[in-house]
């Protein structure tokens, strides 16, 4: 069971009952805090626009809880009006604060350092879109794109994958063993200190599910496989919504 089933479970099981004024958040946060483990125990609370209901970050983790902290919500949450998706812009500061920690020397990079724009790829060797942007990584340069690979084996970690993936990161020529293991092939054996298992709990915690996934340095999550192209314009759309 996951933590956000956890969090749910526990929030029907308990039954919270006790009420708080609205706008109490503390007695809110010290509720809630009786519901997850000391690790996901920082709380961060804000107002929603719908009146009466609060925006909860635990960790990682959007939800949202009535101001009487008796009723507890999981799910997505969008401005049918404005067409936002209010969810995706809290997880977008989540995943903002969560990859400023990534040490650029421990990710793979393609391009140059002045790029027009610069995207974190979350990446499988042995998935099949992941292959198809690496065979492309040029073609992302060209459009003034570079790319900072992060490792995600999707089979988990300890698999014959994240094996392999290791072996890139510990290479002495790190694009070499890439395109290797991007080809099909399996780059020599090499063991070191790699970040691989690190980066692939990170990615996790700022939603990855699936390979490639393309993140901004802003916290914008880009699910899947875009042509290099095509990427560009959503970039600068992205970068224009931020400008407005």
Same mark, same amino acid.
């Given at each position: 069971?996951n933590?956000?089933?956890?969090?749910?479970?526990?929030?029907?099981?308990?039954?919270?009952?006790?009420?708080?004024?609205?706008?109490? $958040?503390?007695?809110?946060?010290?509720?809630?805090?009786?519901?997850?483990?000391?690790e996901?125990?920082?709380?961060?609370i804000?107002?929603?626009?719908?009146?009466?209901?609060?925006?909860?970050r635990?960790?990682?983790?959007?939800? $949202?809880?009535?101001?009487?902290?008796?009723?507890?919500?999981?799910?997505r949450?969008?401005?049918l009006?404005?067409?936002?998706?209010?969810?995706?812009?809290?997880?977008?500061?989540?995943?903002k604060?969560?990859?400023?920690g990534?040490?650029?020397e421990?990710?793979?990079? $393609?391009?140059?350092?002045?790029?027009?724009?610069?995207?974190?790829?979350?990446?499988?060797?042995?998935?099949?879109?992941?292959?198809?942007?690496?065979?492309?990584?040029?073609?992302?340069?060209?459009?003034?794109?570079?790319?900072?690979y992060?490792?995600?084996?999707?089979?988990?970690?300890?698999?014959?994958?994240?094996?392999?993936?290791n072996?890139?990161?510990?290479?002495?020529?790190q694009?070499?063993?890439?395109?290797?293991?991007?080809?099909?092939?399996?780059?020599?054996?090499?063991?070191c200190?790699?970040?691989v298992a690190?980066?692939?709990?990170?990615?996790?915690?700022?939603?990855v599910?699936?390979?490639?996934?393309l993140?901004?340095?802003?916290?914008?999550?880009?699910?899947? $496989?875009?042509?290099?192209?095509?990427?560009?314009?959503?970039?600068?759309?992205?970068?224009?919504?931020?400008?407005?």
């Amino acid at each position: 069971m996951n933590r956000m089933k956890r969090i749910a479970f526990g929030a029907v099981t308990l039954g919270l009952s006790f009420s708080a004024w609205a706008g109490d $958040y503390e007695e809110v946060r010290e509720r809630l805090k009786t519901l997850v483990n000391s690790e996901a125990a920082d709380i961060a609370i804000a107002e929603t626009p719908i009146p009466g209901m609060l925006e909860v970050r635990i960790g990682s983790d959007i939800l $949202y809880v009535s101001e009487d902290a008796r009723y507890l919500l999981q799910g997505r949450l969008v401005d049918l009006e404005t067409r936002q998706d209010l969810t995706d812009q809290a997880m977008g500061e989540v995943r903002k604060e969560l990859i400023a920690g990534l040490d650029d020397e421990q990710m793979i990079q $393609y391009g140059q350092d002045d790029s027009d724009f610069d995207i974190i790829v979350f990446t499988d060797v042995d998935c099949g879109y992941c292959r198809r942007l690496h065979q492309q990584v040029d073609e992302y340069n060209d459009a003034g794109i570079t790319v900072h690979y992060a490792a995600f084996p999707r089979a988990g970690l300890g698999s014959e994958t994240f094996r392999k993936m290791n072996s890139v990161w510990c290479a002495d020529d790190q694009q070499a063993a890439m395109d290797i293991a991007k080809s099909g092939g399996s780059p020599a054996p090499a063991e070191c200190d790699s970040p691989v298992a690190d980066q692939y709990q990170l990615g996790q915690s700022i939603g990855v599910t699936g390979t490639p996934a393309l993140v901004t340095r802003d916290g914008d999550l880009i699910p899947g $496989y875009v042509p290099p192209q095509d990427l560009r314009v959503r970039l600068q759309q992205i970068a224009k919504s931020r400008a407005e």
